[in-house]
């Protein structure tokens, strides 16, 4: 995916109302090591009603949303 800067992004709107940590859904980033596997998590972002988030796609982006 080439865009205007290249790259591509990927984003999500959550447009929940009240969520509760318990529902899970928090959106986990992973870092990379340098074979380029995901390490560990470093940033956990919860689903908070009418915000987005933008995260870049590239070969090596690894996330998850926790259940």
Request: charged content about 10%; glycine content about 8%; aromatic content about 20%.
């Amino acid at each position: 995916c080439l865009g205007v800067f290249g790259g591509c992004v990927a984003f999500i709107y959550y447009l929940n109302y009240d969520w509760l940590p318990e529902w899970g859904g928090t959106l986990d980033i992973y870092s990379v090591d340098s074979m380029n596997s995901a390490t560990e998590i470093v940033q956990n972002i919860n689903p908070d009603f009418n915000s987005m988030i933008f995260f870049p796609v590239e070969r090596y982006t690894y996330h998850q949303v926790w259940n």
